[in-house]
């Protein structure tokens, strides 16, 4: 795999889980110089990210925020409020973060089926240019399903943003990182990516992965949405 995409030479990865790792390797495989950065001190995730090769670095987080051309957000998603703001300020930031209540807990923040969870991140991170991508399909499956583009039985990942051309460059990194780019809409169509939908957790090629897509309106999951959407606050009186 490679790149051929020119504005993208170093990708910073906040979070150094599970998913933060299976992503660094990725991108070091797809010739992406890699920084990492967990949290605290980036001895404690130095023998780890040294497994990658020497493409990957293990950083504090304010490194990657100043050095890399992209940033993926592989961090617990109650964390955001802990995102260095200004640092990032005008960064291209890829949410991978999902909400996962048994773990993070009852969050009207979070839970509120009104916004999705990325455009609550955006909110925050003032002045950054989010597109969400990574977070739908399980980190086992991203380290074993990556194939070149065009291989027989590619998987595809979706991504949803607002900015054309950020798009683009995340379509771009999907395409690197070994998977088939399927654009899901704008920011606010990132709920159908979040946990409770048929396309969280899915593994499976571009067509199919479209179709999810568009059953999300019929689902459940995609009517609680509609009737939450229907009755804003800020549209009553």
Known sequence: MGTDDESIRVVGILGAGRVGLVLARLAVN????????GSGDPARIAAPVATLGPAATAVQASVVAREADAVVLALPLPRYRDLPVEALRGTLVIDAM???W???GLRDDLADLRTSTSETVRGF?????????????????????????GAPGRKAIA???????DLAVV?????AFGF?????????????LEPGAEAFG?????????????????SQRGRMVARARRIRPDAAG
């Open 30 to 37: 797809a010739g992406y110089r890699v920084l990492v950065a």
């Open 98 to 100: 999902n909400y996962w």
């Open 102 to 104: 048994e773990v993070d």
């Open 125 to 149: 991170l003032a002045g950054s240019r989010v597109v969400k991508a990574f977070n739908h399909m399980g980190y086992r499956d991203l380290e074993d399903e990556a194939r070149p583009s």
């Open 159 to 165: 991504i949803a943003g607002d900015d054309a051309a």
């Open 171 to 175: 379509a771009g990194l999907v395409d």
């Open 180 to 192: 088939d780019p399927v654009i899901a809409g704008p920011l606010a169509e990132g709920i159908k």
């Open 202 to 218: 899915a593994d499976v090629d571009a067509d199919q992965l479209r179709a999810m897509l568009d059953r999300f309106p019929a």
